[in-house]
């Protein structure tokens, strides 16, 4: 079993959204102390608080907080016994701290000289990065720590299956594949960026394969093709890769929130579910806690 502390580097690094949940106060006889951690994501996971009906319920809630576009913390009130039926009997607080994904998601198609070139660049922005190609050799084995590789002989269906929102990046060396991904991804209709590497020639012969095929011209000026700042020239791999990092910088920063906020766990809502006990030697001091952060 991977232990929270792992999945939560791993989260982090890779800049999922999760739900770190702790046991921050017992009473009486519980499956777990104070103190005990799991981490609940969209399809799995980590470590656990007891298992039981608590920990069902306890997952169940915090897929509910992953469903929500903003951090958060929050505090539950669990009696084991009537209310889950365990029969340890005792009571459990349960705070839930939900991390929401950091960065957009980004789909890189192709794993040739640009994006050899472009990828360790992406790695250290906020976007989360799968990187897909066809060809076992092209992928390496250990890419840039937070990037996620995917070898898939269908590369349109890992499109056809991708977030809604998604950013989409074609560098393919197949320019059939190429076209296939783009036709895909407009047909969708929700892709947040489409950008596709190429000459002026290539986007002519795309768009007026497009427009054959039924495409409005609004639903084709999606694709940006050549992919890429036009002032920043160039045709070296680095110098291209360099010119389609700086337009996705662009483009998320003019996305950005100007001013974002966070709001921290309520004290007076802690001390209100826990103070009460603190006198309990199995219950957390939640002063003890507020002075620590306060230091």
């Known amino acids: 079993m991977t232990s929270w502390g792992q999945a939560l580097a791993n989260l982090q690094c890779r800049g999922d959204a999760y ?3 702790t046991l921050i106060g017992t009473r009486g006889s519980t499956p777990r102390e104070s103190g005990s951690k799991m981490i609940v994501t969209e399809d799995d996971c980590f470590d656990t608080i007891g298992g039981g009906h608590l920990e069902f319920k306890v997952i169940a809630h915090a897929r509910r907080l992953l469903c929500d576009t903003h951090d958060s913390q929050s505090l539950e009130q669990y009696p084991l016994g009537a209310g889950l039926g365990q029969c340890c009997g005792g009571q459990v607080s349960v705070l839930f701290e939900h991390f929401t994904a950091r960065g957009k998601r980004l789909l890189v198609f192709g794993a040739g000289h640009v994006a050899k070139a472009l990828v360790p660049i992406l ?7 799968r990187w897909i190609d066809n060809r076992p050799e092209q992928l390496p084995v250990r890419p840039p720590e937070g990037i996620e590789t995917c070898l898939n002989d269908d590369p349109v269906e890992e499109l056809e299956r991708a977030a809604s929102g998604a950013w989409v990046l074609i560098l393919t060396h197949n320019h059939q594949l190429d076209y296939e991904l783009v036709e895909a991804a407009l047909k ?5 960026y489409l950008g596709v590497i190429g000459s002026q020639t290539k986007a002519r012969r795309f768009r007026q394969r497009l427009e054959h095929r039924g495409f409005p011209p609004d639903q084709i ?6 992919v890429g700042l ?3 020239s160039g045709k070296r791999p680095m110098e291209v890769a360099v010119s389609i990092a700086a337009q996705l910088i662009e483009r998320y920063q003019a996305q950005a929130p100007e001013n974002p906020k966070r709001t921290g766990v309520d004290w007076k809502a802690l001390n209100s579910l826990l103070g009460s006990r603190a006198d309990s030697p199995e219950v957390s001091n939640p002063q003890s806690a507020r002075s620590r952060d306060d230091t």
């Open 123 to 129: 790695a250290e922005l906020p976007l989360r990065v």
């Open 230 to 232: 036009p002032q920043a």
């Open 19 to 21: 739900v770190l949940v």
């Open 221 to 226: 000026a999606h694709m940006i093709c050549p």
């Open 188 to 192: 969708r209709g929700d892709i947040g």
